[in-house]
Protein backbone atom coordinates (compact mmCIF):
# COMPACT_ATOMS: atom_id res chain seq x y z
CA UNK A 1 0.00 0.00 0.00
CA UNK A 2 1.38 3.43 -0.79
CA UNK A 3 -0.48 5.73 1.89
CA UNK A 4 -1.26 3.60 5.16
CA UNK A 5 -2.81 6.47 7.17
CA UNK A 6 -4.35 9.75 6.97
CA UNK A 7 -5.55 13.21 8.76
CA UNK A 8 -8.24 15.81 7.51
CA UNK A 9 -8.53 19.68 8.23
CA UNK A 10 -6.62 19.11 11.54
CA UNK A 11 -6.58 22.52 13.29
CA UNK A 12 -3.10 24.50 13.03
CA UNK A 13 -3.81 25.63 16.51
CA UNK A 14 -4.45 22.14 18.42
CA UNK A 15 -1.14 20.99 17.56
CA UNK A 16 1.61 21.40 20.04
CA UNK A 17 4.36 22.78 18.63
CA UNK A 18 6.71 22.41 21.14
CA UNK A 19 8.95 24.99 24.11
CA UNK A 20 11.95 24.96 25.27
CA UNK A 21 13.61 21.69 25.92
CA UNK A 22 9.63 19.98 24.85
CA UNK A 23 9.48 18.69 21.77
CA UNK A 24 6.13 18.90 19.67
CA UNK A 25 4.09 16.63 18.71
CA UNK A 26 1.55 15.88 15.95
CA UNK A 27 -0.84 13.14 17.87
CA UNK A 28 -3.86 11.63 16.52
CA UNK A 29 -6.11 8.62 17.40
CA UNK A 30 -8.00 6.28 15.15
CA UNK A 31 -11.31 7.20 13.80
CA UNK A 32 -12.75 3.84 13.59
CA UNK A 33 -11.18 1.56 15.80
CA UNK A 34 -9.72 1.35 19.36
CA UNK A 35 -8.40 4.84 20.97
CA UNK A 36 -5.00 4.71 21.01
CA UNK A 37 -2.85 7.93 20.63
CA UNK A 38 -0.05 8.08 17.44
CA UNK A 39 2.55 10.88 17.26
CA UNK A 40 2.85 11.53 13.60
CA UNK A 41 5.58 14.00 13.43
CA UNK A 42 8.16 11.46 11.81
CA UNK A 43 5.67 10.98 9.03
CA UNK A 44 6.94 11.17 5.35
CA UNK A 45 4.39 11.89 2.90
CA UNK A 46 2.33 14.52 1.49
CA UNK A 47 0.33 17.34 3.26
CA UNK A 48 -2.17 20.14 2.19
CA UNK A 49 -2.38 23.35 3.73
CA UNK A 50 -5.88 25.47 3.85
CA UNK A 51 -7.32 28.47 5.00
CA UNK A 52 -10.10 29.58 7.25
CA UNK A 53 -12.73 28.77 4.42
CA UNK A 54 -11.21 25.47 3.98
CA UNK A 55 -9.62 26.88 0.16
CA UNK A 56 -6.39 24.23 -0.56
CA UNK A 57 -3.65 26.73 -0.46
CA UNK A 58 -0.81 24.52 -0.63
CA UNK A 59 0.34 21.09 -1.09
CA UNK A 60 3.72 20.06 -0.48
CA UNK A 61 5.60 16.56 0.36
CA UNK A 62 7.32 15.57 3.49
CA UNK A 63 10.51 12.99 4.35
CA UNK A 64 11.63 12.22 0.84
CA UNK A 65 15.34 12.35 0.09
CA UNK A 66 16.25 12.96 3.55
CA UNK A 67 13.79 15.71 3.50
CA UNK A 68 12.36 17.09 6.96
CA UNK A 69 9.47 14.81 7.77
CA UNK A 70 5.81 16.58 8.75
CA UNK A 71 6.21 18.27 11.66
CA UNK A 72 9.56 20.00 10.88
CA UNK A 73 7.67 20.71 7.28
CA UNK A 74 4.56 22.53 9.20
CA UNK A 75 6.13 24.05 11.72
CA UNK A 76 8.32 25.99 9.15
CA UNK A 77 4.81 26.81 7.17
CA UNK A 78 4.26 29.03 10.63
CA UNK A 79 7.03 31.38 10.23
CA UNK A 80 7.82 31.37 6.15
CA UNK A 81 5.43 33.39 3.15
CA UNK A 82 2.65 31.12 4.12
CA UNK A 83 2.50 31.44 7.86
CA UNK A 84 -0.56 33.82 7.92
CA UNK A 85 -2.39 32.39 4.83
CA UNK A 86 -3.28 29.00 6.50
CA UNK A 87 -5.30 27.12 9.50
CA UNK A 88 -5.75 23.61 9.00
CA UNK A 89 -4.21 21.00 7.53
CA UNK A 90 -4.48 17.70 5.74
CA UNK A 91 -1.49 14.53 5.48
CA UNK A 92 -1.31 11.09 3.89
CA UNK A 93 1.14 9.03 5.25
CA UNK A 94 3.53 6.32 3.92
CA UNK A 95 4.31 5.07 7.03
CA UNK A 96 2.15 2.36 9.22
CA UNK A 97 1.50 2.47 12.86
CA UNK A 98 2.83 -0.69 14.75
CA UNK A 99 1.01 -2.86 17.17
CA UNK A 100 2.68 -0.24 19.73
CA UNK A 101 0.96 2.29 18.55
CA UNK A 102 4.05 4.00 16.98
CA UNK A 103 5.17 5.17 13.45
CA UNK A 104 7.38 1.78 11.81
CA UNK A 105 10.56 2.33 10.21
CA UNK A 106 11.47 4.58 7.57
CA UNK A 107 9.65 4.08 4.26
CA UNK A 108 12.55 3.60 1.62
CA UNK A 109 10.39 1.99 -1.57
CA UNK A 110 7.11 0.33 -1.65
CA UNK A 111 5.80 -2.99 -3.77
CA UNK A 112 2.58 -1.84 -4.42
CA UNK A 113 0.31 -2.62 -7.58
CA UNK A 114 -0.36 0.02 -9.76
CA UNK A 115 -4.52 0.39 -9.43
CA UNK A 116 -3.75 0.88 -5.49
CA UNK A 117 -1.02 3.65 -6.44
CA UNK A 118 -3.47 4.94 -8.51
CA UNK A 119 -6.70 4.72 -6.44
CA UNK A 120 -4.42 6.30 -3.90
CA UNK A 121 -3.65 9.31 -5.61
CA UNK A 122 -6.97 9.93 -6.79
CA UNK A 123 -8.10 10.12 -3.29
CA UNK A 124 -5.30 12.20 -2.47
CA UNK A 125 -6.62 14.66 -4.62
CA UNK A 126 -10.44 14.08 -3.96
CA UNK A 127 -10.49 14.85 -0.11
CA UNK A 128 -7.74 17.40 -0.35
CA UNK A 129 -9.52 19.48 -3.47
CA UNK A 130 -13.06 18.23 -2.97
CA UNK A 131 -14.21 18.79 -6.22
CA UNK A 132 -18.06 18.95 -6.42
CA UNK A 133 -18.76 16.17 -8.87
CA UNK A 134 -17.20 13.28 -6.97
CA UNK A 135 -19.65 12.52 -5.12
CA UNK A 136 -18.40 8.75 -4.08
CA UNK A 137 -15.05 9.94 -2.56
CA UNK A 138 -11.71 8.51 -2.80
CA UNK A 139 -10.85 4.88 -2.63
CA UNK A 140 -8.19 4.33 -0.01
CA UNK A 141 -8.95 0.95 0.85
CA UNK A 142 -10.36 -0.99 4.09
CA UNK A 143 -6.47 -0.99 5.24
CA UNK A 144 -5.55 2.62 5.18
CA UNK A 145 -6.46 4.37 8.45
CA UNK A 146 -7.91 7.45 9.14
CA UNK A 147 -6.79 9.66 12.40
CA UNK A 148 -8.59 12.09 13.97
CA UNK A 149 -6.50 14.96 15.54
CA UNK A 150 -5.70 14.27 19.47
CA UNK A 151 -6.01 18.00 21.00
CA UNK A 152 -3.31 17.57 24.23
CA UNK A 153 -4.99 20.67 26.53
CA UNK A 154 -2.14 20.15 28.78
CA UNK A 155 0.04 21.77 26.27
CA UNK A 156 -1.85 23.67 24.20
CA UNK A 157 -4.47 24.85 26.88
CA UNK A 158 -8.14 25.20 26.37
CA UNK A 159 -10.31 25.29 23.23
CA UNK A 160 -12.28 28.24 22.89
CA UNK A 161 -15.21 26.48 23.26
CA UNK A 162 -14.02 25.10 27.15
CA UNK A 163 -13.30 28.39 27.77
CA UNK A 164 -16.00 29.68 27.21
CA UNK A 165 -18.16 27.46 28.96
CA UNK A 166 -16.27 27.28 32.18
CA UNK A 167 -16.20 31.15 32.07
CA UNK A 168 -20.25 30.69 31.73
CA UNK A 169 -20.23 28.08 34.59
CA UNK A 170 -18.36 31.00 36.61
CA UNK A 171 -21.05 33.29 35.76
CA UNK A 172 -23.78 31.18 36.95
CA UNK A 173 -22.52 30.36 40.00
CA UNK A 174 -21.66 33.98 40.85
CA UNK A 175 -25.38 34.97 40.29
CA UNK A 176 -26.81 32.66 43.03
Request: net charge positive; proline share 3%.
Amino acid sequence: MLIQNYGLLWRRDDVFWGKPKVAGHLKGYPARSAFHVVDFREQQGVYCLYDDNFKLVYVCQAGANDNQRLFLRLRQHKVDALADRWTRFSWYGMRWVTNTHRLAKEVLRTQTKPADILNHVEAILISAAEPPHNRQGGRFGDEVVQYLQYRDEEQVGPDQFHMIREIWKMHVKDAS
